[in-house]
Protein backbone atom coordinates (compact mmCIF):
# COMPACT_ATOMS: atom_id res chain seq x y z
CA UNK A 1 0.00 0.00 0.00
CA UNK A 2 1.13 3.43 -1.08
CA UNK A 3 1.58 5.79 1.98
CA UNK A 4 -0.53 9.16 1.81
CA UNK A 5 1.19 12.17 -0.21
CA UNK A 6 1.35 15.63 0.83
CA UNK A 7 0.72 17.93 -2.09
CA UNK A 8 3.73 18.91 -3.74
CA UNK A 9 5.34 19.12 -6.66
CA UNK A 10 7.99 15.99 -7.78
CA UNK A 11 9.32 14.45 -10.50
CA UNK A 12 7.45 10.87 -10.83
CA UNK A 13 10.08 9.24 -13.82
CA UNK A 14 12.95 9.38 -11.78
CA UNK A 15 13.64 8.20 -7.92
CA UNK A 16 17.65 8.55 -8.25
CA UNK A 17 19.46 11.30 -6.34
CA UNK A 18 20.91 14.29 -8.23
CA UNK A 19 23.70 15.69 -7.60
CA UNK A 20 21.15 19.22 -6.42
CA UNK A 21 18.48 19.61 -4.49
CA UNK A 22 15.36 20.09 -7.38
CA UNK A 23 13.04 20.68 -4.85
CA UNK A 24 13.00 21.93 -1.69
CA UNK A 25 9.62 21.55 1.58
CA UNK A 26 7.50 24.52 2.09
CA UNK A 27 6.33 24.80 5.45
CA UNK A 28 2.90 22.79 4.39
CA UNK A 29 5.24 19.56 3.57
CA UNK A 30 7.06 19.86 6.67
CA UNK A 31 3.68 19.83 8.80
CA UNK A 32 2.50 17.17 6.63
CA UNK A 33 5.90 14.64 6.40
CA UNK A 34 5.60 15.11 9.93
CA UNK A 35 2.06 13.73 10.30
CA UNK A 36 3.26 11.05 8.74
CA UNK A 37 6.42 10.21 10.69
CA UNK A 38 3.86 10.94 13.50
CA UNK A 39 1.43 8.62 13.00
CA UNK A 40 4.13 5.85 11.64
CA UNK A 41 5.49 5.90 15.53
CA UNK A 42 1.83 5.22 16.60
CA UNK A 43 1.63 2.60 14.32
CA UNK A 44 4.68 1.08 15.45
CA UNK A 45 3.91 1.30 19.23
CA UNK A 46 0.80 -0.40 18.70
CA UNK A 47 1.76 -2.94 16.71
CA UNK A 48 4.49 -3.61 19.77
CA UNK A 49 7.27 -3.47 17.24
CA UNK A 50 9.53 -0.54 19.38
CA UNK A 51 8.91 2.61 20.82
CA UNK A 52 7.55 5.87 20.03
CA UNK A 53 9.61 6.95 17.43
CA UNK A 54 8.77 6.80 13.52
CA UNK A 55 10.74 7.98 10.43
CA UNK A 56 9.35 9.13 7.02
CA UNK A 57 12.39 10.00 3.94
CA UNK A 58 10.93 12.09 0.86
CA UNK A 59 12.71 12.58 -2.15
CA UNK A 60 11.79 15.20 -4.48
CA UNK A 61 8.36 15.68 -2.60
CA UNK A 62 7.56 12.23 -2.81
CA UNK A 63 7.89 9.72 0.32
CA UNK A 64 10.35 7.03 -0.64
CA UNK A 65 10.24 5.46 2.89
CA UNK A 66 8.10 4.89 5.90
CA UNK A 67 9.34 3.63 8.96
CA UNK A 68 8.98 3.22 12.40
CA UNK A 69 11.29 1.55 15.22
CA UNK A 70 11.57 -1.84 15.38
CA UNK A 71 13.97 -2.51 18.91
CA UNK A 72 11.81 -4.67 20.36
CA UNK A 73 10.33 -6.80 17.75
CA UNK A 74 13.73 -7.08 15.72
CA UNK A 75 15.92 -7.73 19.15
CA UNK A 76 18.22 -5.15 17.31
CA UNK A 77 19.23 -2.29 19.46
CA UNK A 78 20.58 -0.16 16.07
CA UNK A 79 17.09 -0.74 15.03
CA UNK A 80 15.64 2.97 15.58
CA UNK A 81 13.11 4.58 13.38
CA UNK A 82 15.53 6.65 11.44
CA UNK A 83 18.43 3.74 10.65
CA UNK A 84 15.54 0.93 9.08
CA UNK A 85 14.22 3.93 7.10
CA UNK A 86 17.79 4.86 5.92
CA UNK A 87 18.88 1.04 4.93
CA UNK A 88 15.35 0.79 3.29
CA UNK A 89 15.58 4.16 1.00
CA UNK A 90 19.36 3.07 0.33
CA UNK A 91 18.28 -0.59 -0.94
CA UNK A 92 15.34 0.90 -2.76
CA UNK A 93 17.29 3.72 -4.54
CA UNK A 94 20.46 1.56 -4.91
CA UNK A 95 22.87 3.96 -3.58
CA UNK A 96 24.60 4.60 0.10
CA UNK A 97 24.30 8.45 -0.48
CA UNK A 98 21.32 10.11 0.08
CA UNK A 99 22.07 13.71 -0.27
CA UNK A 100 18.65 14.87 -2.60
CA UNK A 101 16.31 13.69 0.45
CA UNK A 102 15.09 14.84 3.61
CA UNK A 103 14.33 12.92 6.87
CA UNK A 104 11.08 13.74 8.74
CA UNK A 105 11.86 12.46 12.27
CA UNK A 106 8.88 12.65 15.04
CA UNK A 107 11.45 13.18 17.49
CA UNK A 108 14.75 14.48 17.03
CA UNK A 109 17.03 11.79 16.53
CA UNK A 110 19.60 9.85 18.74
CA UNK A 111 23.33 10.21 18.35
CA UNK A 112 23.46 6.73 16.78
CA UNK A 113 20.48 8.27 14.23
CA UNK A 114 22.45 10.87 13.68
CA UNK A 115 25.74 9.67 12.88
CA UNK A 116 23.59 7.48 10.18
CA UNK A 117 22.15 10.38 8.69
CA UNK A 118 25.66 12.39 8.55
CA UNK A 119 27.07 9.38 6.71
CA UNK A 120 24.07 8.75 4.23
CA UNK A 121 24.24 12.66 3.20
CA UNK A 122 20.83 13.33 3.69
CA UNK A 123 19.95 17.12 3.10
CA UNK A 124 18.16 17.74 5.95
CA UNK A 125 16.30 16.17 9.17
CA UNK A 126 13.20 17.98 10.22
CA UNK A 127 11.74 16.67 13.82
CA UNK A 128 8.77 17.39 15.85
CA UNK A 129 9.54 16.22 19.52
CA UNK A 130 12.52 17.34 21.28
CA UNK A 131 15.38 15.64 23.00
CA UNK A 132 14.08 16.81 26.20
CA UNK A 133 10.42 15.72 25.36
CA UNK A 134 11.77 11.93 24.79
CA UNK A 135 13.89 12.20 27.59
CA UNK A 136 10.56 12.89 29.73
CA UNK A 137 9.08 9.90 28.45
CA UNK A 138 12.11 7.79 29.74
CA UNK A 139 13.95 7.43 26.62
CA UNK A 140 17.26 9.86 28.02
CA UNK A 141 20.32 10.42 25.66
CA UNK A 142 22.10 12.96 28.44
CA UNK A 143 24.70 10.03 29.36
CA UNK A 144 25.63 9.09 25.90
CA UNK A 145 25.50 13.35 25.14
CA UNK A 146 28.40 13.67 27.72
CA UNK A 147 30.25 10.59 26.44
CA UNK A 148 30.63 11.33 23.43
CA UNK A 149 31.79 15.72 25.00
CA UNK A 150 34.42 13.37 27.20
CA UNK A 151 35.94 11.60 24.33
CA UNK A 152 40.10 12.23 23.38
CA UNK A 153 39.89 14.68 20.70
CA UNK A 154 40.74 13.02 17.32
CA UNK A 155 42.28 15.66 15.05
CA UNK A 156 40.80 15.57 12.10
CA UNK A 157 42.41 14.42 8.42
CA UNK A 158 44.07 16.55 6.07
CA UNK A 159 41.27 16.75 3.74
CA UNK A 160 37.83 17.32 6.52
CA UNK A 161 34.57 16.93 4.31
CA UNK A 162 32.15 19.91 5.05
CA UNK A 163 28.87 18.96 6.18
CA UNK A 164 26.11 20.66 4.65
CA UNK A 165 23.61 18.69 6.73
CA UNK A 166 21.03 21.08 8.36
CA UNK A 167 18.97 20.26 11.43
CA UNK A 168 15.57 22.19 11.54
CA UNK A 169 13.03 21.48 14.34
CA UNK A 170 9.02 22.18 13.45
CA UNK A 171 6.96 22.97 15.96
CA UNK A 172 4.13 20.41 15.56
CA UNK A 173 0.91 19.97 17.56
CA UNK A 174 0.96 16.76 17.43
CA UNK A 175 4.94 16.26 18.66
CA UNK A 176 4.31 14.34 21.79
CA UNK A 177 1.49 12.34 20.67
CA UNK A 178 3.37 9.19 20.51
CA UNK A 179 4.85 9.64 23.83
CA UNK A 180 1.37 10.23 25.39
CA UNK A 181 0.43 6.40 23.48
CA UNK A 182 3.62 5.13 24.77
CA UNK A 183 2.78 6.13 28.61
CA UNK A 184 -0.83 5.23 27.99
CA UNK A 185 0.57 1.63 26.84
CA UNK A 186 3.45 1.54 29.64
CA UNK A 187 0.98 2.00 32.03
CA UNK A 188 -1.20 -1.24 30.36
CA UNK A 189 2.27 -3.28 30.21
CA UNK A 190 1.31 -3.58 26.83
CA UNK A 191 5.25 -2.05 26.02
CA UNK A 192 8.50 -1.78 27.69
CA UNK A 193 10.88 1.17 28.17
CA UNK A 194 14.17 0.08 26.89
Given at each position: ?????????????????????????????????????????????????????????????????????????????????????????????????LQDCFLYASCQPCP???????????????????????????????????????????????????????????????????????????????????
Open positions: MQPKQPSSSGDDNNNKPSSSLSWYPQSQDDQAFLDLAIDEACKGLKSGDGGPFGAVIVLRGKVIVQEHNRVLSTLDPTAHAEVVAIRKACEILQTHQMCFGAIHWSRIASCRYAATSRDAALAGFDDQLLYENIRNMEHIPSTSHPRKSSFAWKHIAHPRATEAFQLFAQLLGKGKTKLY
